[in-house]
């Protein structure tokens, strides 16, 4: 189901839950700011999530509310994992999902990272 990436920050949501070490995840790459894991329902050969520590419900509010410190320290993470899942020769796709419209399931501001084969074009085209 589809959230809105808007309103207040919800604690009990999946990935708090795995920031908390309440559920389980398949850590690729853990920094003050960030936490990569392997997808539980993979979409591409490789597909990892990148989360931040902070607790912002979207990019949106990532974006407005954190910090330097976390802007610079969750985007270098993100590149970071890209190099150490040999990504970065053949290419690689980023995608965060904001809001109902663009299908955001988890209240907890996300990337995906995908790679390991062609992704073909970015947007269905039915």
Same mark, same amino acid.
């Given at each position: 189901?589809?959230?809105?990436?808007?309103?207040?920050?919800?604690?009990?949501?999946?990935?708090?839950?795995?920031?908390?070490?309440?559920?389980?995840?398949?850590?690729?790459?853990?920094?003050?700011?960030?936490?990569?894991?392997?997808?539980?329902?993979?979409? *591409?050969?490789?597909? !990892?999530?990148?989360?931040?520590?902070? $607790?912002?419900?979207?990019?949106?509010? =990532?974006?407005? %509310? /954190?910090?330097?410190?976390?802007?610079?320290?969750?985007?270098?993470?993100?590149?970071?994992?890209?190099?150490?899942?040999?990504?970065?020769?053949?290419?690689?796709?980023?995608? *965060?999902?904001?809001? !109902?419209?663009?299908?955001?399931?988890? $209240?907890?501001?996300?990337?995906?990272? =995908?790679?390991? %084969? /062609?992704?073909?074009?970015?947007?269905?085209?039915?």
């Amino acid at each position: 189901m589809a959230v809105s990436g808007r309103g207040p920050y919800d604690p009990q949501n999946i990935f708090a839950k795995i920031l908390r070490g309440e559920i389980p995840c398949r850590k690729v790459y853990e920094n003050d700011y960030a936490l990569a894991f392997h997808d539980i329902a993979p979409q *591409a050969p490789v597909h !990892v999530l990148v989360i931040p520590k902070g $607790p912002y419900v979207s990019f949106a509010d =990532f974006s407005q %509310a /954190a910090g330097d410190a976390e802007i610079a320290g969750f985007t270098r993470a993100v590149g970071h994992v890209a190099g150490l899942l040999g990504l970065d020769e053949d290419g690689y796709r980023l995608l *965060a999902n904001m809001g !109902v419209a663009a299908g955001q399931e988890v $209240p907890h501001f996300h990337v995906h990272l =995908f790679g390991g %084969a /062609a992704l073909g074009p970015m947007l269905h085209r039915g």
